[in-house]
C-alpha cells in the first residue's frame, strides 16, 4: 500500500524520534508529503494537577519547546533526503491530530510507542496504544505505532 | 420658595428624629439622681485569646437589666456597660454577669464581686466601677462538625484532584456561610462564620504581595532573562557538564528565591531541554536537580514562596527575619543536593556529546538573547528597589505588599506596558480567588473552634516541649507537603503555630515558624505532586517526551529531601534555638 502524505506525531522522546525516522524513511520510499506535528496539550495542567499558572504561559513556553523538537525530528527526516512540513498545534493531542491528518489530507498517522503505568494513565489520561483504535476509527485512516 | 419649603421639611425631619433621644434624655434626668453602675471586663478563649462579640448581659436583683445597646465585647475582648440604676440600688443589690457567643458555651450567672464607690456628683448621682472577666469554654455545636467536614471535603478535593482547587475552596466558602445566614439565623448553634469576619479574615497583604510580584514577573519575563540565564550558565560552564549542571542549579536557586518557582521553572525548562537534547543526554538529569533547587531557594526568603508569604504576613515577619533565619540552611541545603545530584547523574553527565561548544554557544545566544534590553534595565531596577523595600519594610512598618505594589504600578507605568493585557494574562486569578476563600474555609474551621482542639492536641502530644514541637511541627509539614497541597496545609498551620508560639516555654521568640517554613516549602521536593514547581517540571518534560514516573520522582527526589530536612533539625535545634 502506497501512502501520498504521512503525518507524525513527535515529542522529544526515544520513541517518538524513532517514529519519526520512520515516518521519514516511508515518506521518501512513497514519495509521500511529510508532516511532523507537536502538539502543545495543556489539558495535564489544568485538569490533572492545578498550579498557579494560566494556561497562556504554559501554552507560550510549550510553543517554544515543540519548535525546537521539530527542529530536531526535520534533522532526522533531512537525512533521509526528505523536507517535512512542522506544524506545532495547541489542543487536547487527540483532537489535534485528527484535525491535521483532516487539513493535510493524510492516508497514514505514524506515532512513538510511551509506557505507562496504571498512575500515569490516570494522571495523563490513558496512553498511545489505548488510543490507536479510536484514532482510526475517528480519522479512517492507518495508525501505526513504533515501539 | 421651592427650597425654603423643602429645608422646612428636612429641618422637621430632624426634630421628629431627634425627638425620642431628647425625650429619653429628659426622662433621665427627670427621673431624680441615679446610681450608676460602670462594669468593664474582658473575655478570652482557654488559649488566653481575646474573643470578640461576646454578648454580655447583666442581672440585678434577679431580673435582667435592659440596656439601650446590647453590650459585647470588642475585637481585644474587651466590654464596657454603663448600667443606670434607681438612687439606692448599690452597694446593696445583687449584681449578676453572664456572657456568650455561639460555638462557646455561655457562662454561668456569675456576682460581681467588689462594686467599688468612685464619686458622687452635685445633683446625688452617685457612680460605681466593677470590673469582671470571663474565660469562655467552647461548645461543640453542629457549627464546629459542619466547618470540620467542610475542611475536609475541601482537603480531599484538592488532594485527590476531584476538581480545581479554587472550586474546591469556593465551594468550601460559600457553603460555610450559607448554613450561616440559612440556619444560623434561627438557631445560634449553626452560626459558623459572619460574612464581616469571612472578609476580615481574607488576608489582602498576601493577595496584593501575590498579585504584584505576579506583573513583575510577567514583565520580567517579557525581555527574555530567563532564557539569557540559562544560555550565560552554558556559555560559563564551556562545555563541562558537571558545571553546567551546578551553574543551572544556582540561577534556578537565586531566582526562585526572588520570583514565584513556578515561572522560574516554566521558563528555564524549554532552554534547559534544549541544552540537554543538544547534548545527548536525558533532559530529567538537569530538570530534577532544577525544579529541587528552585523548591530550596524559594525557602530562602519571605516572597520565594506562597508558605513563607501566608507566614511572614500572619506573624508579622520581616523580609529581612526569613533572610536571616532561613538563607544560610538554604544555601547548605542547596550544596548537599547540588553534591547528591551530580554523583546521581554521573553516568548520564559522562554520556554526553559536549561536540562543537562554540557552535552551541553562538545558536544559543541568538536564540535566547535579551529580546528587549530597556524594559530589562527598567524591569531590573524596579526589582531592585522593591527588594531594597523589602528589607526595609521592617523599620518602615510597611506591609511588603505595598513594596511589591508600587514596584509593579510604576514599572508599568514607566514600561508603557498594556495594563489590560498584564491583568488579563499574567495575574493568576485562580490562585488569587483560591487564597481568598481559602482564608474564609480556615476562618471558619477557626471561629467554630476546630483549630483551637486541633492546637490543644498538638501541645498535649509535645507536652510542652519546645524540641517535641519543633521536630512535630518540622516533620509533620514536610511529609505533609509531600502529599498534599502546602498552601491549605499552612493556611491551617498559622493560628495553630501562634498559639504554641504563646505555651510553649521558648518558642515566643518564633523557632516554630521557621519550622513551618521549612517543612512546608522543603517538604515539597519529595514527590512530584509536593510543588507546583514539580508539577510543571513534569508536565513540561512529558510534553517533550521525557516520562518520569510517580516513583521515579520520589526514587530521584526522596533522599535529598529527607538530607535536607535532617539538615533543618539540626539548624533548627542547635542553630536556631
Same mark, same amino acid.
Given at each position: 500500500?502506497?501512502?501520498?502524505? +504521512?503525518?507524525?506525531?513527535?515529542?522529544?522522546?526515544?520513541?517518538?524520534?524513532?517514529?519519526?525516522?520512520?515516518?521519514?524513511?516511508?515518506?521518501?520510499?512513497?514519495?509521500?508529503?511529510?508532516?511532523?506535528?507537536?502538539?502543545?496539550?495543556?489539558?495535564?495542567?489544568?485538569?490533572? +494537577?492545578?498550579?498557579e499558572l494560566s494556561?497562556h504561559s504554559?501554552?507560550e513556553s510549550?510553543?517554544?519547546?515543540?519548535?525546537? +523538537?521539530?527542529?530536531?525530528?526535520?534533522?532526522?527526516?533531512?537525512?533521509?533526503?526528505?523536507?517535512?512540513?512542522?506544524?506545532?498545534?495547541?489542543?487536547?493531542?487527540?483532537?489535534?491530530?485528527?484535525?491535521?491528518?483532516?487539513?493535510?489530507?493524510?492516508?497514514?498517522?505514524?506515532?512513538?510507542?510511551?509506557?505507562? *503505568?496504571?498512575?500515569?494513565?490516570?494522571?495523563?489520561?490513558?496512553?498511545?496504544?489505548?488510543?490507536?483504535?479510536?484514532?482510526?476509527?475517528? *480519522?479512517? +485512516?492507518?495508525?501505526?505505532?513504533?515501539? | 420658595?421651592?427650597?425654603?419649603?423643602?429645608?422646612?421639611?428636612?429641618?422637621?425631619?430632624?426634630?421628629?428624629?431627634?425627638?425620642?433621644?431628647?425625650? $429619653?434624655?429628659?426622662?433621665?434626668?427627670? !427621673?431624680?439622681? /441615679?446610681?450608676?453602675? =460602670?462594669?468593664?471586663?474582658?473575655?478570652?478563649?482557654?488559649?488566653?485569646?481575646?474573643?470578640?462579640?461576646?454578648?454580655?448581659?447583666?442581672?440585678?436583683?434577679?431580673?435582667?437589666?435592659? @440596656?439601650?445597646?446590647?453590650?459585647?465585647?470588642?475585637?481585644?475582648?474587651?466590654?464596657?456597660?454603663? @448600667?443606670?440604676?434607681?438612687?439606692?440600688?448599690?452597694?446593696?443589690?445583687?449584681?449578676?454577669?453572664?456572657?456568650?457567643?455561639?460555638?462557646?458555651?455561655?457562662?454561668?450567672?456569675?456576682?460581681? $464581686?467588689?462594686?467599688?464607690?468612685?464619686?458622687?456628683?452635685?445633683?446625688?448621682?452617685?457612680?460605681?466601677?466593677?470590673?469582671?472577666?470571663?474565660?469562655?469554654?467552647?461548645?461543640?455545636?453542629?457549627?464546629?462538625?459542619?466547618?470540620?467536614?467542610?475542611?475536609?471535603?475541601?482537603?480531599?478535593?484538592?488532594?485527590?484532584?476531584?476538581?480545581?482547587?479554587?472550586?474546591? %475552596?469556593?465551594?468550601?466558602?460559600?457553603?460555610?456561610?450559607?448554613?450561616?445566614?440559612?440556619?444560623?439565623?434561627?438557631?445560634?448553634?449553626?452560626?459558623?462564620?459572619?460574612?464581616?469576619?469571612?472578609?476580615?479574615?481574607?488576608?489582602m497583604n498576601v493577595i496584593f504581595l501575590l498579585m504584584a510580584m505576579m506583573m513583575i514577573v510577567g514583565i520580567l519575563k517579557k525581555t527574555g532573562v530567563f532564557q539569557w540565564m540559562a544560555y550565560k550558565?552554558?556559555?560559563?560552564?564551556?562545555?563541562?557538564?558537571?558545571?553546567?549542571? !551546578?551553574?543551572?542549579?544556582v540561577i534556578t536557586a537565586v531566582a526562585s528565591a526572588f520570583l514565584d518557582n513556578v515561572t522560574t521553572m516554566l521558563l528555564i525548562?524549554?532552554v534547559?531541554?534544549?541544552?540537554?537534547?543538544?547534548?545527548? #543526554?536525558?533532559?530529567?538529569?538537569?530538570?530534577?536537580?532544577?525544579?529541587?533547587?528552585s523548591?530550596?531557594g524559594g525557602t530562602a526568603t519571605l516572597i520565594g514562596d506562597p508558605?513563607n508569604i501566608?507566614?511572614g504576613s500572619?506573624?508579622?515577619l520581616s523580609f529581612v527575619d526569613f533572610v /536571616?533565619?532561613?538563607s544560610?540552611?538554604?544555601?547548605?541545603?542547596?550544596?548537599?543536593?547540588?553534591?547528591?545530584?551530580?554523583?546521581?547523574?554521573?553516568?548520564?553527565?559522562?554520556?554526553?556529546?559536549?561536540?562543537?561548544?562554540?557552535?552551541?554557544? %553562538?545558536?544559543?545566544?541568538?536564540?535566547y538573547k535579551i529580546t528587549n534590553k530597556t524594559l530589562l534595565i527598567q524591569g531590573g531596577i524596579t526589582m531592585g528597589i522593591v527588594i531594597a523595600l523589602f528589607i526595609a519594610h521592617g523599620a518602615l512598618h510597611m506591609e511588603p505588599s505595598i513594596a511589591a505594589m508600587v514596584g509593579a504600578a510604576v514599572l508599568m507605568a514607566i514600561s508603557r506596558v498594556d495594563i489590560v493585557e498584564m491583568i488579563e494574562h499574567e495575574i493568576e486569578w485562580?490562585t488569587l480567588?483560591?487564597f481568598?476563600?481559602?482564608?474564609?474555609?480556615?476562618?471558619?474551621?477557626?471561629?467554630?473552634?476546630? =483549630? /483551637?482542639?486541633?492546637?490543644?492536641?498538638?501541645?498535649?502530644?509535645? /507536652?510542652?516541649?519546645?524540641?517535641?514541637?519543633?521536630?512535630?511541627?518540622?516533620?509533620? !509539614?514536610?511529609?505533609?507537603? %509531600?502529599? #498534599?497541597?502546602?498552601?491549605?496545609?499552612?493556611?491551617?498551620?498559622?493560628?495553630?503555630?501562634?498559639?504554641?508560639?504563646?505555651?510553649?516555654?521558648?518558642?515566643?521568640?518564633?523557632?516554630?515558624?521557621?519550622?513551618?517554613?521549612?517543612?512546608?516549602?522543603?517538604?515539597?521536593?519529595?514527590?512530584? #505532586?509536593?510543588?507546583?514547581a514539580?508539577?510543571?517540571?513534569?508536565?513540561?518534560?512529558?510534553?517533550?517526551?521525557?516520562?518520569?514516573?510517580?516513583?521515579?520522582?520520589?526514587?530521584?527526589?526522596?533522599?535529598?529531601? @529527607?538530607?535536607?530536612?535532617?539538615?533543618?533539625?539540626?539548624?533548627?535545634?542547635?542553630?536556631? #534555638?
Amino acid at each position: 500500500m502506497s501512502y501520498k502524505s +504521512i503525518v507524525c506525531g513527535v515529542t522529544g522522546s526515544a520513541h517518538a524520534q524513532k517514529a519519526a525516522l520512520k515516518a521519514a524513511v516511508m515518506a521518501r520510499e512513497n514519495d509521500a508529503q511529510l508532516i511532523y506535528v507537536y502538539v502543545v496539550d495543556t489539558d495535564f495542567f489544568r485538569k490533572g +494537577i492545578a498550579v498557579e499558572l494560566s494556561s497562556h504561559s504554559i501554552t507560550e513556553s510549550l510553543q517554544h519547546l515543540g519548535t525546537h +523538537i521539530l527542529g530536531v525530528a526535520e534533522q532526522l527526516a533531512l537525512t533521509q533526503g526528505v523536507t517535512p512540513k512542522k506544524i506545532v498545534k495547541t489542543g487536547r493531542i487527540l483532537e489535534a491530530l485528527q484535525e491535521v491528518v483532516k487539513e493535510e489530507k493524510a492516508d497514514l498517522l505514524v506515532l512513538g510507542h510511551e509506557e505507562r *503505568t496504571f498512575f500515569e494513565k490516570v494522571l495523563f489520561k490513558g496512553d498511545v496504544e489505548s488510543h490507536v483504535e479510536e484514532l482510526k476509527k475517528k *480519522t479512517g +485512516i492507518d495508525v501505526s505505532v513504533v515501539r | 420658595m421651592k427650597r425654603f419649603a423643602l429645608f422646612c421639611f428636612f429641618l422637621s425631619l430632624f426634630f421628629i428624629a431627634a425627638a425620642p433621644v431628647t425625650a $429619653a434624655e429628659e426622662g433621665r434626668e427627670a !427621673s431624680g439622681p /441615679q446610681d450608676t453602675l =460602670i462594669v468593664a471586663g474582658t473575655i478570652v478563649n482557654s488559649q488566653g485569646k481575646p474573643i470578640k462579640e461576646v454578648a454580655v448581659h447583666f442581672y440585678v436583683n434577679g431580673v435582667k437589666v435592659e @440596656l439601650e445597646e446590647e453590650v459585647s465585647t470588642s475585637k481585644a475582648g474587651r466590654y464596657e456597660a454603663e @448600667l443606670f440604676l434607681p438612687r439606692g440600688t448599690l452597694p446593696g443589690a445583687r449584681v449578676e454577669i453572664e456572657a456568650g457567643k455561639p460555638a462557646y458555651k455561655t457562662t454561668e450567672r456569675v456576682a460581681l $464581686a467588689n462594686v467599688l464607690k468612685e464619686k458622687t456628683d452635685d445633683a446625688g448621682n452617685v457612680s460605681y466601677l466593677a470590673h469582671h472577666g470571663f474565660t469562655l469554654q467552647r461548645a461543640i455545636t453542629p457549627a464546629f462538625w459542619i466547618a470540620t467536614l467542610v475542611l475536609l471535603v475541601v482537603y480531599a478535593l484538592i488532594a485527590f484532584e476531584l476538581m480545581h482547587r479554587t472550586l474546591a %475552596a469556593f465551594l468550601g466558602a460559600s457553603v460555610l456561610l450559607f448554613i450561616t445566614y440559612l440556619v444560623g439565623t434561627f438557631n445560634s448553634d449553626y452560626v459558623i462564620l459572619t460574612f464581616e469576619d469571612a472578609m476580615h479574615a481574607i488576608d489582602m497583604n498576601v493577595i496584593f504581595l501575590l498579585m504584584a510580584m505576579m506583573m513583575i514577573v510577567g514583565i520580567l519575563k517579557k525581555t527574555g532573562v530567563f532564557q539569557w540565564m540559562a544560555y550565560k550558565a552554558y556559555q560559563l560552564a564551556k562545555g563541562n557538564v558537571y558545571a553546567l549542571a !551546578s551553574i543551572l542549579m544556582v540561577i534556578t536557586a537565586v531566582a526562585s528565591a526572588f520570583l514565584d518557582n513556578v515561572t522560574t521553572m516554566l521558563l528555564i525548562i524549554p532552554v534547559t531541554i534544549e541544552i540537554a537534547l543538544t547534548l545527548k #543526554i536525558d533532559p530529567v538529569a538537569f530538570l530534577m536537580p532544577e525544579v529541587f533547587a528552585s523548591n530550596v531557594g524559594g525557602t530562602a526568603t519571605l516572597i520565594g514562596d506562597p508558605p513563607n508569604i501566608m507566614i511572614g504576613s500572619y506573624a508579622k515577619l520581616s523580609f529581612v527575619d526569613f533572610v /536571616q533565619n532561613l538563607s544560610v540552611i538554604c544555601a547548605i541545603g542547596l550544596v548537599f543536593s547540588l553534591v547528591y545530584f551530580i554523583f546521581l547523574y554521573k553516568k548520564d553527565y559522562l554520556k554526553a556529546q559536549v561536540g562543537d561548544v562554540q557552535t552551541m554557544i %553562538a545558536h544559543l545566544r541568538e536564540e535566547y538573547k535579551i529580546t528587549n534590553k530597556t524594559l530589562l534595565i527598567q524591569g531590573g531596577i524596579t526589582m531592585g528597589i522593591v527588594i531594597a523595600l523589602f528589607i526595609a519594610h521592617g523599620a518602615l512598618h510597611m506591609e511588603p505588599s505595598i513594596a511589591a505594589m508600587v514596584g509593579a504600578a510604576v514599572l508599568m507605568a514607566i514600561s508603557r506596558v498594556d495594563i489590560v493585557e498584564m491583568i488579563e494574562h499574567e495575574i493568576e486569578w485562580p490562585t488569587l480567588i483560591f487564597f481568598i476563600m481559602l482564608f474564609i474555609v480556615v476562618a471558619g474551621a477557626e471561629e467554630s473552634g476546630l =483549630i /483551637q482542639v486541633i492546637a490543644e492536641w498538638v501541645k498535649d502530644m509535645s /507536652q510542652g516541649s519546645l524540641v517535641a514541637a519543633i521536630l512535630m511541627i518540622l516533620w509533620v !509539614s514536610a511529609i505533609a507537603s %509531600a502529599f #498534599i497541597d502546602n498552601i491549605p496545609f499552612t493556611a491551617t498551620m498559622l493560628p495553630i503555630v501562634a498559639y504554641l508560639n504563646t505555651v510553649i516555654p521558648g518558642a515566643e521568640h518564633g523557632i516554630l515558624w521557621w519550622a513551618l517554613a521549612l517543612g512546608a516549602c522543603l517538604g515539597g521536593n519529595g514527590t512530584m #505532586i509536593g510543588a507546583s514547581a514539580n508539577v510543571v517540571t513534569v508536565g513540561m518534560a512529558e510534553r517533550a517526551g521525557y516520562h518520569i514516573s510517580f516513583m521515579k520522582y520520589i526514587k530521584i527526589a526522596a533522599i535529598p529531601t @529527607l538530607i535536607t530536612i535532617i539538615l533543618c533539625t539540626f539548624w533548627l535545634l542547635v542553630v536556631e #534555638i
